[in-house]
């Protein structure tokens, strides 16, 4: 089945800053990138996605961009702010049968202001 | 409004009592999950539906049953509940690719 390997597991940046988390997955037939923000004792929300005929996604400070050969994902967070800390995941999914996400371990984002 | 809702959202229980958590959603999605979520192991799937009466096992299954007789109710049950099913539960509906996450069920096993 699908692995997803995420680094780093936790990040501390100065606000302003920008935050790279990066992640990997095996099944070359993943073809849907989420990155999930988790907030401490809240659901998983959805900030972005892309999927594998795309390789950049823009929205305001956040980012995300794929390389399918490399088999590799990352978001990319520009001018961060305290509001910024949480968990953020990335997932893979074929998008057929199952329909599951697989998750990467998380990372820990924290903005100091 | 998009909701999908999970009850209990917390819950202390014993070794061995039987439990259910109850999951609702009203966008009338087919597809239902549930999800475990541990730290530094993120979240994994436990079962998952993609229709009525159709139910099957994700990566981490033992020790839960579901059930799914109409499209909005995706109860999960720990027939036996063991200190290691301590864990934080999410239900899970997908309309097409992104998943909509219920609140939550923190669940302790003691």
């Known amino acids: 089945g699908e692995n997803v390997e995420q680094h780093p597991s936790t990040l501390s940046v100065q606000e302003g800053d920008s935050a790279v988390i990066k992640c990997t997955y095996s099944d070359s037939a993943s073809n849907y990138f989420p990155w999930y923000k988790q907030e401490l004792g809240k659901r998983p929300q959805l900030i972005i996605d892309i999927r594998s005929n795309v390789g950049e996604k823009k929205d305001q400070r956040i980012a995300v961009t794929l390389n399918k050969t490399a088999k590799h994902f990352s978001l990319h967070i520009t001018e961060t702010q305290p509001e910024d800390s949480a968990v953020y995941f990335c997932?893979?999914?074929?998008?057929?049968?199952?329909?599951?996400?697989?998750f990467g371990s998380g990372t820990r984002l924290q903005v100091q202001p | 409004e998009a909701q999908v809702t999970q009850n209990p959202r917390y819950l202390i229980t014993v070794t061995g009592k039987k439990l259910t958590v109850t999951c609702s959603q009203n966008?009338?999605?087919?597809?239902m999950s549930w999800y475990r979520q541990d730290p530094g192991l993120g979240l994994r799937q436990i079962y998952y539906?993609?229709?009525?009466?159709?139910?099957d096992k994700g990566d981490v299954p033992e020790g839960y049953k579901v059930s799914r007789k109409e499209k909005r109710n995706f109860p999960l049950i720990l027939e036996s509940p063991s200190p290691n099913q301590t864990s934080l539960y999410f239900c899970?509906?997908?309309?097409?690719?992104?998943?909509?996450f219920g609140p939550g069920t923190r669940l302790t096993v003691t």
């Open positions: 539906s993609m229709n009525v009466e159709v139910t």
């Open positions: 997932a893979a999914s074929m998008g057929t049968g199952r329909r599951a996400l697989t």
């Open positions: 899970a509906t997908v309309s097409f690719y992104e998943q909509y």
């Open positions: 966008m009338n999605h087919e597809y």
